[in-house]
């Protein structure tokens, strides 16, 4: 069974730029997660979907992050513009719904200098 | 302050030698996890305890979920540098959606 598929595995941008982070999910999981794991730290929960739909977003900086689940599977995290707190490794993870049971993908290393 | 407190930030040990690392909180949790990470990889489950004072065990490693289900601790006997990681314990509070936290980690070094 194919794992949770992250892309690109790592970027530099310079500060200011823009930057999108693509994940596509294990097959039938109705839930996707967006961390965002700065080095030395346990991952901080950035937003969850349910299907297409938020469940939470409370900890994504709104004006800076963006992220979307168009048809319910792949996801795009967004950051413009990126700032130097930003680097960290953005990780994906998805369950099946109802469940806790995360499979992460390897992650995207971000670079912001 | 986060969530849930992960003990010992750091340890390093000698191969051969047993170790425990807690996770705690003063939150009850639905359940809680147990995940590993290693270098450039994301983390990977290794145990859900749902049950207060549940134990499971897997191979050398033994997971044990509190009575009031607010902490938990994972107790790997004669360590091997295989274990070598980021041990991370995530939880979920049991509210609408199944969030789940994480601990900031604790990181195993074993030598050979």
């Known amino acids: 069974e194919a794992g949770v598929a992250q892309s690109p595995r790592y970027k530099i941008i310079e500060k200011r730029q823009s930057v999108a982070f693509w994940c596509n999910p294990i097959?039938?999981?109705?839930?996707l997660y967006w961390y965002q794991q700065i080095l030395g730290q346990g991952p901080k929960l950035l937003i969850q979907?349910?299907?297409?739909?938020?469940?939470?977003d409370s900890q994504l900086p709104k004006d800076r992050f963006s992220a979307e689940r168009l048809k319910g599977v792949d996801s795009t995290l967004k950051i413009q513009p990126a700032k130097l707190e930003d680097s960290a490794v953005y990780l994906c993870?998805?369950?099946?719904?109802?469940?806790?049971?995360?499979?992460f993908g390897q992650g995207t290393r971000l670079t912001v200098v | 302050t986060q969530l849930l407190e992960q003990s010992p930030q750091f340890l390093s040990i000698q191969e051969g030698e047993n170790l425990t690392v807690y996770c705690n909180s003063s939150?009850?949790?639905?359940?809680l996890q147990w995940y590993r990470q290693e270098p450039g990889e994301g983390p990977v489950l290794l145990v859900t305890?749902?049950?207060?004072?549940e134990v499971k065990k897997l191979k050398r490693l033994t997971f044990q979920f509190g009575d009031a289900r607010k902490d938990s601790s994972l107790h790997i006997t004669a360590a091997q540098p295989g274990d070598t990681g980021l041990y991370l314990c995530?939880?979920?509070?049991?509210?609408?959606?199944?969030?789940?936290?994480f601990g900031g980690g604790t990181r195993l070094m074993v030598k050979p």
């Open positions: 993870a998805s369950s099946f719904m109802r469940s806790t049971e995360a499979f």
């Open positions: 939150s009850v949790f639905s359940s």
């Open positions: 097959s039938g999981h109705a839930t």
């Open positions: 979907f349910q299907n297409n739909g938020v469940v939470d």
């Open positions: 995530a939880g979920d509070l049991g509210n609408a959606g199944n969030m789940l936290t």
């Open positions: 305890v749902v049950t207060g004072g």
